[in-house]
């Protein structure tokens, strides 16, 4: 099997950016009188926002790989690193609005965000009140087609 490699889209995460300092400075302009609205918002908004501005200033490339040995996440929310087939319990994928995700549940998700800082811990539990895993791959800042990537995601672990 050979490896996919799904680019990491400069572009979208650059709109992703704009979008998200939009909606601060409205919400923050609308809301002004209810400041604890305006905290939830900062909140809500400013993770997003911190991650993607981290990973623009990064130089990696790829955002996801997916070989036999596991797949390797690299996306701005989460970016928990490599996750072995064998940590995988399933791989699903999901839509919410134009958004799609690769939804992975693993058997130990603690163990694995032990990897990644607070503020990515954080991401993850607010994923998980969304209903989602708390392992939570976002393809909206790839290039990749999210069904591709399934497909290839099914077609690595069926060569176990």
Known sequence: MDAL????ARPKAVLAV?????VLAIGAWAFSRE???VGIALLYFM???AFHINRLLSARTEALVIDKSGLTDYTPLLGVGFISWSEVQDVELRKRGI???LNV???NASGLL???GFLKRLNAWFSSLLGFSPIL???AQTYGDPQQIMEKVREARAAL
């Open 5 to 8: 490699t799904v680019p990491f």
């Open 18 to 22: 704009m979008a998200s300092v939009g």
């Open 35 to 37: 400041r604890y609205v």
């Open 47 to 49: 993770l997003p926002l």
């Open 99 to 101: 958004t799609s995700f």
């Open 105 to 107: 549940k693993v058997h």
């Open 114 to 116: 032990g990897r990644v």
């Open 137 to 139: 791959i976002n393809l």
